[in-house]
Nanobody, 120 residues
Framework: QVQLVESGGGLVQPGGSLRLSCAAS????????MGWYRQAPGKQRELVAA???????NYADSVKGRFTISRDNAKNTVYLQMNSPKPEDTAVYYC??????????????WGQGTQVTVSS
């Protein structure tokens, strides 16, 4: 079994900054892509940013230039640096990981979610 534990959410003022972390643990052979998704009330879950094991990144247009995704492969941890957040970034943020639990077997896992509220 694999667990993803998120941390770093909370209340942040517009224009401030916040960093989310997500640490993976358990039966991990290797981790392929990792990513952050978010879901606001009444809306579908959407991709915010993703990063491959080699460091290639992909961002939603709405966060380009403001958010940065990174990872520490030695710690099985992915980060989301949120700069200049806007009220519309308010949502529950979920970590996702594509994990090889053993050679040739890949499964997707989700974290429990962390609330981010952008408000003055």
């Amino acid at each position: 079994q694999v667990q993803l534990v998120e941390s770093g959410g909370g209340l942040v003022q517009p224009g401030g900054s916040l960093r989310l972390s997500c640490a993976a643990s358990g039966s991990i052979f290797s981790i392929n892509a990792m990513g952050w998704y978010r879901q606001a009330p009444g809306k579908q879950r959407e991709l915010v940013a993703a990063i491959t094991s080699g460091g290639s990144t992909n961002y939603a247009d709405s966060v380009k230039g403001r958010f940065t995704i990174s990872r520490d492969n030695a710690k099985n941890t992915v980060y989301l640096q949120m700069n200049s957040p806007k009220p519309e970034d308010t949502a529950v943020y979920y970590c996702n990981a594509d994990v090889s639990v053993r050679l040739g077997v890949r499964r997707g896992y989700w974290g429990q979610g962390t609330q981010v509220t952008v408000s003055s």
